[in-house]
């Protein structure tokens, strides 16, 4: 099931257009699979008709409803697809989904297009290899950016670890002072 966003600026007919094109896609029978965004969960149960469940079972989803958010507008995070060919040229060609509201600040394409515009302070790309690792550094630092609803992930994370180890430190280690056998 893929969920819409309406977006009322000018990118509603680039959004019609690729709804279009997911409708004729997706549950085509006769082409090859489309590969839209998708959670960890959605990408490794494939086979199940929803993962919503499993979606609201998320870190980041039961860390922003448990910080205020109401659950229909808490984010789920999504796990994008990167696809990246260095051709024997040297040209770089990538492939990524796009979000649902190309406007928002987590979205790859605009990060990456603010990273090469405006970062002042990066060194030059100066090979190909060069550019492959800007984008992978900019794919891959996604814990330190706000991500969706504003939700800082690597807070979620921090957070979310920090309440279990304090809730299960002295109900699940044993004391020092227990025997081996006796835990085993």
């Known amino acids: ?13 680039l959004i019609q257009r690729e709804s279009a094109l997911i409708d004729g896609y997706i549950h085509a029978q006769d082409v090859l699979p489309l590969h839209c965004r998708r959670t960890l969960d959605q990408y490794s149960y494939y086979m199940l008709e929803t993962t919503e469940r499993r979606d609201k079972d998320q870190v ?7 910080h205020g ?7 789920i ?6 696809w990246l060919w260095v051709l024997p040229d040297g040209t770089v ?17 605009k990060l990456l297009s603010r990273e090469i515009e405006t970062n002042k302070a990066r060194q030059a790309i100066q090979s190909p290899d060069s550019l492959v690792e800007m984008i992978l550094k900019t794919c891959l630092n996604i814990m330190t ?3 969706p609803g504003g939700v800082k992930l ?3 994370f921090q957070s979310s670890i920090n309440t279990i180890v304090s809730t299960y430190r002295f109900h699940v280690l044993p004391s020092p ?3 081996a056998s006796s835990i085993m």
């Open 177 to 179: 002072n227990t025997h």
């Open 77 to 82: 995070l999504m796990v994008d697809q990167l």
């Open 69 to 75: 958010r109401q659950k229909n507008t808490a984010p």
């Open 154 to 156: 690597q807070e979620a």
């Open 60 to 66: 980041v989803y039961r860390w922003a409803t448990k």
């Open 1 to 13: 099931m893929i969920n819409r966003v309406k977006d009322n600026n000018s990118n509603s007919s």
């Open 145 to 147: 950016r706000q991500g």
């Open 93 to 109: 060609i990538t492939c990524l989904p796009n979000t649902q509201k190309p406007s928002e600040q987590y979205n790859i394409r």
